[in-house]
């Protein structure tokens, strides 16, 4: 991702970029005419011209790096006082900016340089706990549809065009991202489609851009290990409907914090509700068929058909829609755009293996949050004419708070639950696993509850006991979605949940398996 950078970009006088970061300029004995062609947060990533960003960090200070930053070609660097101060004691003689916070600055340097504030590219960015990624999907997919050239920025991957990177986090940094929307300009990209993470509010990835439409989808517990209070992660989602990060905004007004945003925003915005009991600008009926839906204001109504079950991804769906409405797509266009299937990765992603077709439905998802696991499960039982069982755990060195609640809403909606590990990273699997049935012993249902070690284990184990189970029995493997790795210990070994059922499916049928496809 770091590497992608537009192919030419224009040389930006280093005075020019003080001035609008309003930084002290140093030269440090370079002349007066210091040019710089890119801006990088690692010295790893840095190209020559480029202006070094030493930030600090948790562990250590950027500019203890500016000197392999300027041996890669780095002509000057942004840092506050206490880089100053690294970089004369290490004797290295760049030009630099100094600011209070260089964080926040980075943006702006970076539109800057990269002369993004005036592309030729319309934004959507979509926040939210639940959604983000499949409604990112959805308005891509129906932007295609439509004729345009997209790019998309996300969780599982990074889209230029036909182009695919897998993507490291949510929302890139500051830096990367601005190179990114240069990158998919100069190719033709007309619409680019991003999720924003409350992260990359927080600690400013997305600075210096402004989205033409921002989308909020549902705010739930999640992420309280970093932003503490459920305040300060909605004041974070809502710092996107400002007038400094988005145009206008559509906002879905199910949960409180949806109605609160609604009522604080300071751009236009547009609401939608899917509940009977709710005012909003437009209101989603239910249709025919349980993947159908209407969304209407009362004057305008478009027919719509969800390509992902659940209540959720016709939510999903809906604002899909009012973001084509809200670009200028005609309703029938919208509509009938649409109906194009997303394709989602680890979204309600159903593993389908030949020749085992008489074994138990198994789909993957995402889902790493109370709610969401609740939802999930709750689309997949008007499928299940036998055993629900749903497989899951939880992340360590993550908000704890959530574990015992996701054991609960998966022993309240799930016939059977097998806990097992999700990235346990820094912690001890069998500690995470026991809050997690803690959790689910609390509900009190009568849910049959396992604890299985070892997570190919007991995807293994959830099949199997689905088949016992009976015909029409559904597995749902929920917490990992797209992701090809465990995280255990420090290291990340390659995993992947739709392989590991693919790999227990065909052992059930007594057929080889023959790797990941």
């Known amino acids: 991702m770091s590497s992608l950078r537009p192919s030419s970009t224009r040389a930006t006088p280093l005075s020019v970029v003080a001035d609008v970061v309003g930084g002290e300029l140093t030269l440090d004995g370079a002349g007066s005419e210091v040019l710089v062609r890119g801006v990088s ?3 790893a990533d840095v190209c020559g011209g480029d202006l070094y960003a030493a930030l ?55 539109s800057l340089v990269y002369g993004t504030a005036d592309l030729p590219l319309r934004l959507f960015g979509v926040t939210g706990t639940n959604g983000k990624t499949t409604t990112a999907y959805l308005v891509s997919s129906a932007l295609t549809a439509l004729g345009h050239v997209t790019g998309l920025i996300g969780t599982v991957e990074t889209r230029i065009a036909d182009e695919r990177v897998k993507s490291v986090r949510t929302t890139p940094e500051a830096t990367v991202l601005h190179a990114l929307l240069a990158v998919m300009a100069e190719r033709g990209v007309d619409s680019c489609v991003m999720e924003v993470s409350s992260h990359a509010l927080s600690q400013h990835r997305v600075d210096g851009v402004v ?21 300060e992660y909605f004041l974070a989602k809502a710092s996107l409907f400002t007038p400094e990060r988005s145009r206008r905004g559509i906002v879905c ?22 509940r009977p009991d709710l005012e909003a600008d437009w209101r989603m009926l239910p249709g025919p068929e349980p993947a159908d839906l209407e969304i209407t204001d009362g004057e305008t109504s478009l027919s719509l058909r969800s390509a992902l079950p659940g209540d959720f991804n016709r939510v999903n769906t809906a604002m899909a829609a009012l973001a084509l409405l809200a670009s200028g797509a005609p309703a029938h266009e919208a509509q009938s755009a649409l109906l194009a299937d997303p394709h989602v990765p680890g979204r309600m992603e159903r593993v389908v293996v030949e020749g085992c077709e008489a074994l138990p439905l198994v789909v993957v998802d995402y889902a790493h949050t109370p709610e969401a696991v609740g939802a999930a499960l709750k689309a997949l039982r008007p499928a299940t004419d036998g055993a629900l069982v749903v497989v899951l755990g939880a992340g360590g060195d993550r908000d704890r708070g959530k574990r015992a609640a996701m054991g609960r809403a998966a022993a309240q909606a799930a016939d059977i639950v097998v806990v097992t590990d999700d990235n346990p990273r820094s ?34 184990a959830g099949i199997r006991r689905a088949q016992t189970a009976g015909q029409g029995s559904v597995v749902a493997i929920v917490g990992k979605g797209h992701e090809t790795g465990q995280e255990v210990a420090g290291t990340v070994y390659p995993f992947d949940d739709r392989e590991e059922a693919r790999r227990a499916l065909l052992a059930l049928a007594g057929l080889p398996y023959g790797g990941a496809r």
């Not at 209070?100 to 970076?110: L, M, Q, T, Y």
């Not at 989205?211 to 305040?231: E, G």
């Not at 914090?257 to 509700?273: D, F, I, M, N, Q």
């Open 211 to 231: 989205y033409d439409v921002a989308l909020f989808t549902n705010l739930s517990q999640d992420h309280l290990d970093f932003h503490h209070t459920m305040r």
């Open 253 to 274: 007004v199910d949960d409180e914090w949806g109605r609160e945003l609604a009522s604080v925003a300071t751009v236009p915005v547009t609401t939608l509700t899917s």
């Open 427 to 460: 912690e001890e699997p069998g500690a995470i696993r026991a809050a997690v049935l803690a959790g689910a012993r609390e509900a009190g249902t009568a849910a049959e509850l396992h604890d299985v070690q070892g997570r190919a284990e007991a995807i293994q």
């Open 41 to 43: 947060l690692s010295s």
């Open 56 to 110: 600090p960090g948790a562990n250590a200070h950027g500019a203890a790096y500016a000197a392999a930053a300027a041996e890669a070609g780095a002509v000057a660097v942004l840092t506050d006082a206490v880089g100053a101060g690294i970089l004369t004691e290490q004797g290295v003689a760049l030009p630099r900016i100094l600011v209070e916070d260089p964080r926040s600055h980075v943006g702006a340097a970076a």
